[in-house]
């Protein structure tokens, strides 16, 4: 195998691991929000914000591609490759985690303000936990960046 063959693989899995853990948490996110829309029709634009937030792992991935893509090339050495493939799985795995979970919290914020209760910025707040991991393996992948 040749170390791009590597990277790339990295780079697969940071890309789709991240955007799956996205899909799943936006639709953990709009399933809550069609049922809260039951409920309380007024709220559409709270729910709507709660449920793209999860979506930010999957852009996170794929700019971790953008930033390393540089170092694709054809004589890729092994070093190279081995730090993007553990950068693409880290980025990949944390980002699907978090985007899952995030999309948990999100889903239960949208159904409390379906029943009547003022908790967006509550939500908010704590649907961002779940994102800072996110945001400390997207800044891992840049600082891996930085010393290749």
Do not use: H
Not at 116 to 131: D, M, Q, R
């Amino acid at each position: 195998m040749e170390p791009i063959v590597l990277a790339y693989i990295g780079i697969g899995l940071m890309i789709g691991l991240a955007g799956i853990g996205s899909a799943f948490g936006v639709s953990m996110g709009g399933n809550a929000s069609v049922g809260a829309m039951k409920k309380n029709d007024e709220a559409f634009g709270n729910y709507l914000v709660l449920s793209a937030l999860p979506g930010t792992q999957g852009l996170y991935g794929f700019m971790g591609y953008f930033i390393l893509s540089g170092f694709l090339v054809p004589d890729i050495t092994w070093t190279t490759a081995a730090a993007i493939f553990g950068a693409g799985l880290a980025l990949g795995f944390v980002g699907l985690l978090s985007a899952i979970r995030q999309g948990q919290v999100c889903a239960n914020g949208i159904a409390a303000i379906g029943s009547g209760y003022n908790v967006f910025g509550s939500t908010l707040i704590l649907a961002v936990f779940p994102e800072l991991y996110a945001i400390v393996a997207f800044a891992a992948t840049f600082l891996i960046m930085g010393s290749l």
